[in-house]
């Protein structure tokens, strides 16, 4: 079992930056892979990004590309969302997930993270 424990979200204006953090516990952190999903207002849930426990193969969505980075500290157990040129559109609850490196699906979630982006 793993826990994912997100932190970091806020208010921020556009253009502004914020750094999310998601605390992992429970398991090794070795084997996993980590992701950013978000759901905004009436919207669907929107993959944001994805990176390997061991810091390699990242990969974004199209929206946040150029934009956002992820990063992962094996010895905090950590993985964080670097988010810069804030747009209103980013405004969204920003979820963590991982999955066993050889799974598909994501099984394990944190609760969210408000980030609301102002004009």
């Known amino acids: 079992q793993v826990q994912l424990v997100e932190s970091g979200g806020g208010l921020v204006q556009a253009g502004g930056s914020l750094r999310l953090s998601c605390a992992a516990s429970?398991?090794?952190?070795?084997?996993?892979?980590f992701a950013w999903f978000r759901q905004g207002p009436g919207k669907e849930r929107e993959f944001v990004g994805s990176?390997?426990?061991?810091?390699?193969?990242?990969y974004y969505g199209d929206s946040v590309k150029d934009r956002f980075t992820i990063s992962a500290d094996n010895a905090k157990n950590t993985v964080y969302l670097q988010m810069n040129s804030l747009k209103p559109d980013d405004t969204a609850v920003y979820y963590c997930?991982?999955?066993?490196?050889?799974?598909?699906?994501?099984?394990?979630w944190g609760q969210g993270t408000q980030v609301t982006v102002s004009s």
């Open positions: 990176i390997r426990s061991s810091g390699s193969s990242t």
């Open positions: 997930a991982a999955r066993i490196d050889s799974s598909y699906k994501y099984s394990y």
């Open positions: 429970g398991r090794t952190f070795s084997n996993y892979v």
